[in-house]
């Protein structure tokens, strides 16, 4: 008999590139998944989405499809935008049935207040990234692109995926990973609960001593070489590597 528990994932990166990967998610869902109370998703699902005008591409369909499939049995799942997918909106969630989640979201999980996050506003001394993140997060801004034709989106998108990567050569690996003070920060501002975020996708869990309380952070995996996900319980949280 499987106990009560709920799972969290983030950065898979689905793309047209990474077929395997992509496989390895759709198993997931009908072998793990499927026997959880819930799955929450943090943020960069896919490698990109340029709206949900795109629902009708092959590989975006069949995520979709795949994730109604899995809410159909009664399997609860969650949404939080991430900085590669944060175009997804109503209609994504509607044709999956994912409730979006706001980041950050506190909830109570199994008795134990939790915080969730995608991780990425964690990292203030990206301060090149961050002013980006605002830009792009503004609605004004998001409905001139998205007024855009798909091809000129993608190729607007092509063109910050690489600048972003040429940025990447030029950051420090510390400056790419969460700020020690924000994370202080938010766990005071929420009453000192259990974190989990992705983004960084540097895998562990963290002891943080805040004002006398133990506060656990995990940082959940990517979906690069293979996939990975949290279980937590009652009991608490474990990682497990597909």
């Known amino acids: 008999m499987q106990h009560s528990h709920s799972l969290f994932i983030s950065d898979l990166h689905l793309c047209e590139s990474r077929p395997n990967i992509n496989q390895q998610f759709f198993d997931f869902l009908t072998q793990t998944a499927i026997h959880a109370d819930a799955l929450y998703i943090l943020g960069d699902l896919f490698e990109y989405w340029l709206g949900d005008d795109t629902l009708d591409q092959p590989l ?127 766990l005071t501002e929420y009453n000192y609960p259990r974190l989990i975020h992705g983004h960084t996708h540097r895998s562990a869990v963290h002891n943080h001593n805040i004002d006398g309380h133990m506060c656990q952070r995990w940082v959940l995996t990517d979906w690069y070489e293979h996939g990975g996900y949290l279980r937590c319980d009652n009991q608490g949280c474990e990682f497990t590597q597909l």
Request: hydrophobic share 40%; aromatic share 8%; glycine share 4%.
């Open 60 to 186: 975006n369909q069949q995520v979709a499809t795949a994730l109604k499939q899995l809410t159909a049995t009664g399997v609860k799942l969650y949404f939080m935008h991430g900085n590669r997918d944060f175009l997804i909106a109503q209609d994504f969630a509607v044709l999956s049935g994912a409730t979006l989640l706001p980041d950050p979201s506190l909830i109570d999980l199994y008795g134990t207040p939790t915080l969730l996050m995608h991780g990425d506003t964690l990292c203030t001394d990206d301060v090149k990234y961050l002013a980006f993140r605002n830009q792009v997060r503004n609605p004004v801004w998001q409905h001139q692109f998205l007024a855009q034709p798909l091809a000129t989106r993608i190729a607007l998108a092509q063109q910050a995926r690489k600048q972003s990567e040429s940025d990447k050569q030029e950051k420090s690996s510390e400056i790419m990973d969460v700020n020690d003070a924000a994370v202080t920060a938010v």
